[in-house]
């Protein structure tokens, strides 16, 4: 599952979050990195054009209207263990660095809250030239977590040389320090 933001760009100074839902599969058994890239902005770029994350949002939006007992139906349903078993979310944050007090934002540590009954999260967060992955889990159902992870690093080692800049890219190893 992949949060959406569903705000119109009429509705993007207004507070509060407009964000919906969008399923994708993932062909994670395609070893071809450049292949897998490929299916999967496919198949993100069709459905973020479909209309499907604003379908969701507009059930959303009808179930606030209903009674509190149906609503809440309704929302568990939306999220229901069946429809999905990871969350992954991007946000690009600022390129620039941020300060506080004078002191400069070195580290962004991304945290995506798991969805009831499940037990994998991820987040990615653009900071400053930099992108961090941040993998919550459930230690009890997920104790390989490590697998995922350790597929993470090495999904991204596949792609480095199919960025147009990544002669500049540092590697995992070289962004932790």
């Given at each position: 599952?992949?949060?959406?933001n569903?705000?119109?760009?009429?509705?993007?100074?207004?507070?509060?979050?407009?964000?919906?839902?969008?399923?994708?599969?993932?062909?994670?058994?395609?070893?071809?990195?450049?292949?897998?890239?490929?299916?999967?902005?496919?198949?993100?770029?069709?459905?973020?054009?479909?209309?499907?994350?604003?379908?969701?949002?507009?059930m959303?939006?009808l179930?606030a209207?209903?009674?509190?007992?149906?609503?809440?139906?309704?929302?568990?349903?939306?999220?229901?263990?069946r429809?999905f078993?990871?969350?992954?979310?991007?946000?690009?944050?600022?390129?620039?660095?941020?300060?506080?007090?004078?002191?400069?934002?070195?580290?962004?540590?991304?945290?995506?809250?798991?969805?009831?009954?499940?037990?994998?999260?991820?987040?990615?967060?653009?900071?400053?030239?930099?992108?961090?992955?941040?993998?919550?889990?459930?230690?009890?159902?997920?104790?390989?977590?490590?697998?995922?992870?350790?597929?993470?690093?090495?999904g991204?080692?596949?792609l480095?040389?199919?960025?147009?800049?990544?002669?500049?890219?540092?590697?995992?190893?070289?962004?932790?320090?």
């Amino acid at each position: 599952m992949v949060p959406m933001n569903v705000r119109r760009s009429s509705e993007r100074l207004m507070l509060g979050n407009r964000i919906s839902s969008l399923f994708v599969d993932l062909p994670v058994a395609i070893a071809d990195a450049q292949e897998r890239y490929r299916r999967i902005a496919h198949a993100t770029d069709r459905l973020k054009t479909s209309g499907a994350a604003t379908g969701a949002a507009a059930m959303l939006d009808l179930a606030a209207l209903a009674p509190p007992v149906l609503h809440a139906t309704l929302a568990r349903s939306l999220y229901a263990t069946r429809l999905f078993n990871v969350t992954i979310t991007n946000v690009p944050g600022p390129q620039i660095p941020l300060y506080a007090f004078g002191a400069k934002l070195r580290e962004v540590h991304p945290v995506v809250p798991l969805a009831a009954e499940h037990s994998v999260g991820i987040a990615i967060f653009s900071y400053d030239g930099l992108v961090t992955f941040g993998v919550i889990a459930d230690s009890e159902s997920t104790p390989d977590i490590d697998v995922l992870t350790d597929g993470i690093q090495e999904g991204i080692e596949e792609l480095r040389p199919l960025a147009p800049s990544s002669e500049k890219l540092p590697t995992a190893e070289e962004a932790r320090t």
